[in-house]
């Protein structure tokens, strides 16, 4: 199993940067795509942006330009690079993995307990 562990949210004003972090910990194979997703009140989870393990990346289009999603494999570490932040950035942005636990095995998704964002205007 793969626990993973968000860090880096607070509260900043609109225009500036946060950098998020997410570790991944626990017994796996391998870590394969990895991504940031959000969820403002009284709104779905949505997509911020994912990277593969080759480090191709992809963003939605709300934060494309603006964040950054970059990870360091050895490390078993992602982070998230936000700039310009706007007050609709505010939400609880949440880690995901898809890891091989065993050789041969399916990859299974796994999630942290997620980090606040809160951008003021």
């Known amino acids: 199993q793969v626990q993973l562990v968000e860090s880096g949210g607070g509260l900043v004003q609109a225009g500036g940067s946060l950098r998020l972090s997410c570790a991944a910990s626990g017994s796996f194979f391998r870590i394969n795509t990895m991504g940031w997703y959000r969820q403002a009140p009284g709104k779905q989870r949505e997509l911020v942006g994912t990277?593969?393990?080759?480090?191709?990346?992809n963003y939605a289009n709300s934060v494309e330009g603006r964040f950054t999603v970059s990870r360091d494999n050895a490390k078993n570490t992602m982070s998230l690079q936000m700039n310009s932040l706007k007050p609709e950035d505010t939400a609880v942005y949440y880690c995901?993995?898809?890891?091989?636990?065993?050789?041969?095995?399916?990859?299974?998704?796994?999630w942290g307990q997620g980090t606040q964002v809160s951008v003021s205007s």
């Open positions: 990277i593969t393990s080759a480090g191709v990346t």
């Open positions: 995901n993995a898809w890891t091989v636990v065993r050789l041969y095995r399916p990859e299974m998704e796994a």
